[in-house]
């Protein structure tokens, strides 16, 4: 690009207020910088089977249309720190308004180099201690084909950490 070419496109996504941008927008910055992230990944104990709640994205999705996914969220310039990401991606894909209702675990981050670029992902494991109307929970050791394949070892480590926490398999 060329001086005036790069004042332009400055002088354009100047126009933009901070926050949520259109999509195309999105992936076109998304692949020239790192895309810093919190993932929820929510794990349960039912009987002796260990389970995650995965929820579908929606149809018209760019990145994975109608796939299952452990839900997390893009930090915003417009988020104030980490606990109001936290407390939007609770209520926007969990409709939990009270985050007293949840247990949050910081596991690991991790460098991601995916289908919109390069993403920083915080990774934290929850256990949700209230009923949820979304997704639906699975067996962690046969995960349904239409699962987010690049989620699996971020999956890996939540489950790793659930069983330090629960003592489970330790004599």
């Known amino acids: 690009m060329n001086n005036q070419e790069i004042n332009e496109l400055v002088r354009l996504l100047n126009k933009f207020d901070p926050g949520f941008l259109p999509h195309d927008i999105f992936i076109a910055i998304a692949r020239l910088i790192v895309l810093p992230a919190i993932e929820f990944i929510p794990i349960r104990l039912e009987g002796n089977e260990i389970q995650v709640l995965l929820t579908r994205r929606q149809?018209?999705?760019?990145a994975w249309p109608n796939m299952l996914h452990t839900p997390g969220t893009i930090l915003r310039s417009t988020d104030s720190s980490l606990d109001e990401a936290s407390s939007r991606l609770l209520k926007d894909e969990f409709g939990i308004l009270d985050p007293e209702y949840v247990t949050v675990t910081f596991i690991s981050y991790d460098l991601d180099h995916g289908t919109r670029g390069t993403g920083l992902t915080l990774e934290h494991l929850i256990e949700?201690?209230?009923?949820?109307s979304v997704g639906e929970y699975y067996n962690v050791?046969?995960?349904?084909?239409?699962?987010?394949?690049?989620?699996?070892?971020?999956?890996?480590r939540a489950v790793i950490k659930f069983k330090q926490l629960k003592k489970i398999g330790v004599s």
């Open 141 to 156: 050791e046969s995960l349904p084909e239409d699962f987010i394949e690049g989620q699996r070892a971020m999956l890996e």
């Open 59 to 62: 149809p018209d999705d760019p």
């Open 128 to 132: 949700i201690n209230v009923e949820v």
